[in-house]
């Protein structure tokens, strides 16, 4: 099964395309393998189970547990930092043992696990355990799949490939949250139904991953595997310095979704239970872009994108604070939210993988991964004191600034790469 936009001619090397040995590659080039549309499904599903869960854990510990907001604001720091911890070690895994499959498997079935706790257990210390659990399983799994998804794609459309995975992983996000709103809407206190819908989802989308994706491996197609080089060699030097740096600033200038959400709500007043709805919005605009945005990046170039991605989100920045109706600010706050992760989630990992050869390729993704996450968390904070000590809107307009000056300094540092196609990222993955 293929997800076919053009009928030009297929090229030469199709080493990683998802064929089995022995039969043919079908003619033109394919946006999406078998696997990459597998994956997004089984992505799909586990993000029905994640976000229909995070979308009403504030509730749930705060209303229904009793919990302090202190005891909430370390769950939800464990929930947002603990997968970065775990990311680079997931990644080196899955290229030591060169099993990305069941590295990914492992991490799936850990949150799924993970859910069971959620029926049963109540307490603070319970708690943390399977929230930890839980963002463990999503720090190991990501890297491997993104390798996966990188082995059985054309590489001159792998942001586009990425596009799709991210597409259908975006349809389970916006379906989490309105599912989790529909259950509470139905059942007044029904956290333990959507936990058990939570299980049920997660559940299915292991078994589809266990049973139905192949485990591509990259070593066994190298001609010489003595010759293989360490991952870590590959990340600190090239190209990849400049990525991982990149990432890095435009992160400590991110600031978490919520914060955004909050202003929003601020500026409107609108009622509590419609919070999650966000969420949605922001996903469904993500999913509506991702593709589109996937093949403008092989186009014109991956860094060029995921630099643009940005401007997005300070867009999203300026228009929370605007005088303007507070409907019209809040739906362009959400499309360009969304456009931004759709212009750097997934085109990050594809540049990624397109400046590293298979046998690190995990491992750089998941430095990638790890960068972004940790500085996101620092921002996060960071915004937290900023809001404290200068107000909603003051602090955000300091953020937007902070932003608008990076961005250029961003494209500087990452000129060189500014205008390079797919075949000259996979040359200098090569060399």
Same mark, same amino acid.
């Given at each position: ?129 399977? /929230? ?75 078994? /589809? ?223």
């Amino acid at each position: 099964m293929y997800i076919s936009l053009t009928n030009s001619p297929a090229p030469a090397d199709d080493k990683n395309r998802d064929t089995l040995p022995g039969k043919r590659t079908p003619r033109g080039i394919r946006t999406a393998s078998s696997t990459v549309i597998t994956l997004g499904i089984v992505s799909m599903l586990t993000d029905i189970s994640s976000e229909s869960v995070s979308a009403i854990l504030p509730l749930y510990i705060t209303g229904f547990l009793g919990l302090s907001t202190i005891a909430f604001g370390v769950l939800d720091g464990l929930y947002q930092g603990t997968s970065a911890v775990v990311r680079i070690a997931g990644g080196y895994a899955s290229d030591r043992l060169d099993q990305p499959k069941w590295v990914a498997f492992v991490g799936y079935s850990l949150a799924a696990i993970a859910r069971v706790g959620l029926l049963f257990w109540t307490g603070f210390a319970a708690l943390s355990a399977v /929230i930890t659990a839980d963002r463990i399983g999503k720090g190991i799994r990501t890297a491997p799949r993104d390798a996966l998804i990188t082995a059985t794609s054309d590489p001159a459309r792998l942001a586009a490939a990425f596009g799709v995975h991210r597409m259908l992983d975006n349809i389970g996000a916006a379906i989490g949250p309105f599912l989790a709103f529909v259950i509470l809407l139905v059942v007044p206190d029904g956290f333990h139904v959507v936990f058990v819908a939570s299980l049920a989802f997660a559940t299915i989308g292991v078994a /589809i991953l266990g049973f139905v994706v192949p485990n591509v491996r990259s070593r066994r197609r190298a001609r010489d595997e003595a010759r293989v080089r360490m991952p870590w060699r590959t990340i600190v030097r090239g190209p990849m310095r400049r990525v991982l740096a990149a990432a890095g600033i435009l992160g400590l200038v991110t600031i978490g979704d919520g914060f955004v959400y909050l202003v929003l709500q601020a500026r409107s007043d609108f009622a509590a239970m419609w919070f999650p709805l966000l969420y949605v919005g922001t996903n469904v605009a993500f999913l509506a872009f991702a593709v589109p945005l996937g093949r403008l990046a092989d186009r014109i170039g991956r860094a060029r994108v995921f630099v643009w991605g940005h401007a997005a989100l300070l867009a999203a920045y300026i228009v929370a604070v605007l005088p303007m109706a507070d409907a019209v600010a809040t739906v362009l706050c959400l499309v360009f939210l969304g456009g931004f992760y759709a212009a750097t989630d997934g085109v990050l990992s594809a540049l990624t993988s397109q400046l590293t050869p298979a046998e690190s390729r995990a491992t750089a993704i998941a430095s990638a991964q790890t960068v972004v996450a940790v500085a996101r968390f620092v921002s996060a904070a960071g915004f937290g004191i900023l809001w404290f000590a200068l107000g909603r809107d003051l602090a955000m307009l300091v953020v937007a600034i902070v932003l608008a000056v990076a961005l250029p300094l961003v494209a500087v540092l990452l000129h060189p790469l500014l205008r390079r196609t797919a075949a000259a990222d996979s040359e200098a993955a090569a060399g």
